[in-house]
């Protein structure tokens, strides 16, 4: 068993309460509002006191609608009504996630990729299980296909802590990364030779923006009876706080994850899947503006950032924005500091994404914000790289 390292990490929850909204790009959420038609439908179901228990599995009417976004965008099959279940409701892709620990991953491990999401962990380890990591190189950020493999060898059958799953996050939070069809189909083979579970979060499949378009690696031959998919409405519809999600797959793997799902949660918010209900698919233009509108918002912070000093990754996506920080600069925590005591901005450290030092002079920004406040903060970051000591470093020299 490989513990997570116990270095000094970020707390990102404890950063978004130390800077102001003005300047946060730190907690990864959507802080945009919420679609009128959506919210004038909550309100309707909920003066209907539409707003008792559900079924654990979510309302009939939800996963059919939900049915129908996965046959649309991601060009799989479901059968919302089918005996056992192929798609559950949950609270979140966080739900989603929990059910699957429980269900599978008690007692075994889960690989991921470095730098990779805290919560991929974190919930392993609260759970009974543990998690491996494998570093992605180079500047695509890409893993090495013979280190997998050797890894995947050495670690399936080891005790304790069997490597039961491969945890494969597209896009990538934090990096925002969109790996491509060969690098799925190069992860779908290993998971097959070793008979892996192939656990899917496409939380942000709706902000893919570059040349390699979002590909689920369930619909690649042979994943459709190992892979678990997991999403969310949180980022994509501005509910976070809602808690509605979603997991489907092969019946053999999904129905039993409604146990868990049942016993942790009961059931997710009755009203509020009701009104999303209603609303998800009745504008066929909604995920195209969204994609969209973040593009342009991703061109104005990269065309910011640039001459500030930032690397900024060429990540495909546009939800967060993935930079090594100005030359001269090495700890990113130490360069958060300074943002927000001199502008009132901050973002995540790499550090919170990684146990190895690799990711130290790395940022995650959150770009999910108003035009204005954006606009703001780029402003407010541009005079603090401006402040003398910061110019006499040499960190600015790229731009000013």
Known sequence: MKPMTTKSRPDIRALTRLVPPSGNLVQGQS???????????ASHVIALSQNHYGPAEGLSELRRTVAK????????????????FQLLITPGA????????QTYLRN???????????????????????????????EKLEFNNDELRDRCRKLKDRKPFPLRAIIMCTPVNPTGKVFSRSELEALAAVCQEFDLLCIADEVYEHYVVGGDPHISIAMLPGMWERTITVNSFSKSWNISGWRLGYVYGDAQLVAPLNKANNVFYVCSPTPLQRALSEVLMTDPRYYTNLRESFAVKRRFVVDALEPMGFDI?????????WARIPVGFEDAMQFNEMLMDR?????????????????????RLCIAREDAML????????????????????VTSQGT
Request: hydrophobic letters at 45%; glycine letters at 10%.
């Open 343 to 363: 502008a009132g901005v901050a973002g995540v450290p790499g550090s919170a994404f990684a146990d190895s030092d690799d990711w130290n002079s790395y940022m």
């Open 313 to 321: 990754y060429d990540s495909g996506s546009a939800f967060y924005v």
């Open 108 to 138: 075994a491990s889960a690989l991921v990729f470095e730098p990779y999401y805290p919560y991929h962990r974190h919930i392993l380890t609260e759970l009974g299980g543990t998690t491996e990591v494998l570093s992605l190189h180079g």
């Open 375 to 394: 606009k703001g903060a780029m402003g407010r970051l541009q005079d603090a790289l401006m402040h003398p000591s910061v110019v006499d470093k040499g």
């Open 94 to 101: 966080t739900g989603a996630l929990i059910a699957i620990a």
């Open 69 to 84: 976004k996965i046959s649309a965008f991601n060009q799989i099959e479901i059968d919302p009504d089918g005996d056992p």
């Open 31 to 41: 802080e945009l509002a919420i679609d009128p038609a959506l919210a004038a439908a």
